[in-house]
């Protein structure tokens, strides 16, 4: 099988720069329903802009390139160690040409092993069939920030704003309504459904991924299946959480529902979210070369162009370049754009950690800190930011207002937003949250002039503090320093609207 490895590195490539037609499609309708003025529509028209860049450089749709999930279907007898070496080779080499980010990280250490590789990495499920001559790959890359937002019950339950869920079709649904509330934008929404019920703890979230390998168009072939997943998208772009969770109609894009077995005393509903960056293909290999004899999820024509309008920057805007001033950030509220110029550093969840407990490396005194976890780069003695969208900020929700403090800062950036811990920070010390826009990467990359300098290196690429020079680096101002907070607000309408839906429907 000598054309084996280039079939595995062009799928890897494929699926981390080019969405699959389908959920180009579904994009394309969550556009045509969103008020393009509104500050979700204006999120899908950066979106949309950043979908035909990456597809236009080869460069990966969200700088998160998540988690590579391969299943392959071999003849009998295939010699399925050698494919498993092949893919390994791939994803390394994916990740060494900029493709991939390095995200495979030592549990116990924290160390990142630089090529996406280690205990676990990357997941492999083989199967096997009667054809003799063909071998299917298909492939999920599914970024941590969607991943987080996974959800599991065990049923019966008490639900947030929805009450009890028993053991029955109407119990999933409550929970199927409620695994779209609880994400809100922190999994990139607009977000798709793969839905288990019943299996055990295990097999229920593998068959829930399972159901983001259909197309997000088809249709379900079991009635009440069908039914309820119809039901469950319109019901969930009725919440008002919207896009990135700015509020509005396009929330979710798909809903796959699945059934397997289950024990007499458990009842489960799994559910994978995945992000609007929904990265799945496939290919059918000949068993003989591994040659790719034909793509699977994907058309022969190329993609349309789907940028429509000028996102962020359509309407009035301000300008910041750090240091920024008290009384500059004081003045900014909740829906003003601001473009960034200068100086941004970038911080995530081993920043945080390291900043707790040790002296910052460089002065943030004023600054922005971004928490992003970018695709980077060696060129000469330099370095070249290959993606660089916005990380869940979330996840920095017990350290940010301490960090503020102690260093000074005076906006905090990232995807989601933040809870009342942050908030309260944001209002005494006289700072703003800043959401970028999650999973545009290459948008953000092209605003992105020069790489300064570089921090902690040693915490591997994604966690080390990058100084970027940045020019019209655009994000909305989602909480300020007067406690207002445009997430809380949104969080709040949507669960007055999930409590409308508490009563029975499939009974």
Known sequence: MEQLGDSLLKLIIETSTNLPPDVRRAMARAMGEEDPKSRSGQALSVIASNIDMAAECDGPVCQDTGWPSFYVTTPIGADQLRIEDAIRQAIAEATRRGKLRPNSVDSLTGKNSGDNLGPGTPTLHFHQWRKDDEIEVKLLLKGGGCENKNIQYSLPAELAHLGRADRNLDGVRKCLLHAVWQAQGHGCSAGALGVAIGGDRVTGYEHAKLQLFRPLDDVNPDSKLRELEE?????????????????????????????????????????????????????????????????????????????????????????????????????????????????????????????????????????????????????????????????????????????????????????????????????????????????????????????????????????????????????????????????????????????????????
Not at 377 to 399: D, F, Q
Not at 481 to 492: F, K, P, Q, R
């Open 231 to 507: 039901y469950v998208m319109k019901v969930a772009n009725a919440l008002g959480i919207g896009t990135m969770g700015f509020g509005g109609t396009a929330t979710l894009i798909g809903c796959k529902v699945g059934a397997i077995n289950r024990l007499p005393a458990s009842f489960f509903v799994s559910v994978a979210y995945d992000c609007w960056a929904f990265r799945r293909l496939g290919v059918v290999l000949d068993a003989r070369t591994g040659a790719i004899r034909r793509w699977l999820y994907k058309d022969d024509r190329p993609s349309a162009p789907m940028a429509r309008g000028e996102g962020l920057t359509s309407g009035k805007t301000i300008s910041l370049q750090a240091p920024l001033s008290e009384a500059q950030v004081r003045s900014l509220k909740v829906g003003d754009i601001v473009l960034i110029n200068g100086m941004l550093y970038t911080g995530r969840d081993a920043v945080h950690h390291h900043l707790m407990q040790h002296p910052s490396p460089v002065d943030l005194r004023g600054q922005i800190l971004y928490h992003c976890g970018p695709v980077v780069l060696k060129e000469g003695s330099g370095w070249k930011i290959n993606a660089a969208g916005p990380t869940t900020s979330m996840r920095e929700e017990p350290y940010e207002s301490e960090i503020i403090g102690r260093y000074g800062l005076r906006a905090v950036m990232g995807k989601g937003g933040m809870g009342p811990k942050t908030l309260a920070g944001l209002k005494q010390h006289g700072a703003v949250y800043l959401n970028a826009i999650g999973g545009a990467a290459q948008y953000y990359a092209r605003c992105i002039e020069k790489v300064e300098g570089v921090d902690l290196l040693d915490l591997g690429i994604p966690e080390a503090i990058w100084h970027l020079r940045v020019n019209n680096f655009p994000a909305i101002v989602t909480m300020d320093a007067a406690g207002n907070s445009l997430h809380a607000d949104v969080e709040g309408a949507s669960a007055a609207v999930l409590k409308t839906f508490a009563e029975p429907v499939f009974v």
